[in-house]
């Protein structure tokens, strides 16, 4: 739904010279993902030597090599032949790769180093990676942010779950949905699916219960669907990397207006200045906050429901806080087979917890 500019962008970058590769960024329940595999089934027919999709779960932990190892399985080599060495590992790959038309996607990525090895060498494959950050230590690629719907797409989201009828019947209603969903579209697809599951509720009642601050990311979950566990795997992500940058969140979430001066947050956690803005240019490159006109670091949307509640917590914990829950790995698979086709081969990370 919507995205038409940059769904060009992501074929046009996967579909043009090598390095044929498309870095997907955006905030948390942006709709990366859904764009990623709306891209991959457009392009079916220019890749006739199959998909690979591997998710990363954006996991900090995943090292380029066994990344690399998933893709040479998804390809066809068993296990046992896999080489040991990184080195060798990597240019088994591209001596698979070499010529043929495949498309790799690479979701939940966190740093560079993990699909750096990918990156196409030559014509023929070509690469879509996922993720919060813009990756800008790759080079040549070309990088389509996912930002926030518009009104007019916001609307349309919803109104293909729920029913435009049902919006018709309430616009003011609708309106305020609209913004407390702040764009996005996980937000807007649980929302959706409330209102699809319960036709009798009157929309002004799912307003009233999605408007209460306190507990607006409660109201945005809805089976598998959760705004909170989406945007903790995105803070737990920037928390085991920098622990500065997650102090931080967690101070932006109890700022009275969700605005710090890098000043002041350094005096707050006892580093310098320039550690401080060091730590928020990393919550920028991951969408967690913005930079608003004044200089002052703001939290996005949704994004700071979530730090408040990181914030009012007795004691912090000192370690990321990830409160995902995975799909089962036959509906992922069945999932992204119905997108890519016969050829889609998937390689899931094992988590445990």
Known sequence: MGRTRELADVVAAVTGPTPAVAVVCGPAGGGKSALAVRAAHTVAAAFPDGQVYVDLGYRTDVPAEEVVARVLRSLGVVAADVPQHPEERAGRLRSRLAGRRIL????????????????????????????????????????????ALGDADGRALLG????????????????????????????????????????????????????????????????????????ATGYAAVRSEDEVAGRLFELLGGAPDGQLLPDGAAARLGVNTERAWRALEELIDTHLVYLDELAGYRLPGLVREYAAELAALPSVPRQPINRWRALPTDQCAAYHAAFFGDDLQVEYPTRSG
Do not use: F, K, N, Y
């Not at 990525?109 to 230590?137: K, Y």
């Not at 913004?179 to 959706?192: D, I, T, Y």
């Open 104 to 147: 790799l996607v690479v979701d939940g990525v966190t740093h560079a180093a993990q699909v750096r090895p990918l990156v196409p060498a030559g014509p023929g494959p070509a690469l879509v990676v996922v993720g919060q950050r813009q990756l800008q230590s790759l080079d040549g690629v070309r990088r389509i942010t996912v930002g």
């Open 160 to 231: 293909a779950l729920a029913g435009p009828e049902r919006l018709d019947a309430d616009p003011a209603a609708t309106r305020e949905l609209l913004r407390h969903c702040s764009g996005s579209p996980l937000a807007l697809r649980v929302a959706g699916a409330r209102l699809a599951g319960r036709p009798a509720l009157p929309m002004d009642r799912l307003v009233e219960q999605i408007g209460d601050g306190r507990r607006r990311l409660d109201w945005l979950a809805h089976g598998d669907l959760s705004m909170r566990e989406r945007l």
